[in-house]
């Protein structure tokens, strides 16, 4: 199976969209995948704003990236944008990062007038950084991820069941990728 990074690129520390993804990180791990987790808001102010690319959390960062078959990319969607601690991140990994990677893209906001910004915002950079396959991403309403005390996330029905299959359309061009680059050698 294959590794799949998990990146969160809320600011936020009481996330949803963090817990979302490590919502769906059970459901890759699973399904056989090594799991990855990195919330960028953990990696140092002063190395994500000053740009400081020899930094060693921007360079592990990297090479996590570098390391992973398979990238999951949630953020946040502030004024019809991904976050700007994910578009900081972003412009300090190499530009072909996710060259011949698998991308799922995923966003959450408290609006259904933001749904577009993942095909016109944080579509065309996941792009322009070499992905190999953009998967169809999904856009999940603020409202719809409830978080209990405990911790627990749960999911509205509906916005779960297109999740559900969002997430195993990515796990399956992941397979496929990985069984055709183990049947060249």
């Known amino acids: 199976m294959a590794t799949v990074l998990s990146v969160s690129g809320s600011p936020s520390a009481a996330s949803r ?3 979302l993804l490590r919502h769906l990180d059970r459901r890759l791990t699973a399904q056989g995948h090594e799991v990855i987790p990195l ?4 990696i140092p ?3 994500l704003f000053g740009a400081d690319f020899r930094h060693p959390a921007i360079v592990g960062a990297a090479e996590l990236f570098d390391r992973a078959e398979g990238v999951v990319i949630g953020t946040p969607i502030y004024k019809a944008a991904y976050s700007g601690v994910l578009k900081s991140l972003l412009d300090l990994l190499p530009q072909h990062a996710l060259a011949g ?5 995923l966003a959450t906001g408290g609006s259904p007038a933001h749904i577009l910004a993942i095909d016109y915002a944080l579509r065309p ?3 322009s950084m070499g992905a190999g396959h953009i998967v169809q991403g999904w856009f999940t309403l603020d409202k719809d991820i409830a978080v209990g005390d405990d911790g627990t996330v749960t999911v509205a029905r509906g916005a779960a069941e297109a999740l559900e299959q969002v997430v195993d359309r990515f ?6 990728r990985t069984a055709r680059l183990a049947a060249a050698g």
């Open 45 to 47: 102010a002063d190395a």
């Open 171 to 176: 796990s399956a061009a992941l397979d496929s």
């Open 125 to 127: 950079v996941l792009s």
């Open 101 to 105: 990677k698998t991308v799922l893209p």
């Open 39 to 42: 919330d960028v808001r953990t």
């Open 17 to 19: 969209t963090a817990r």
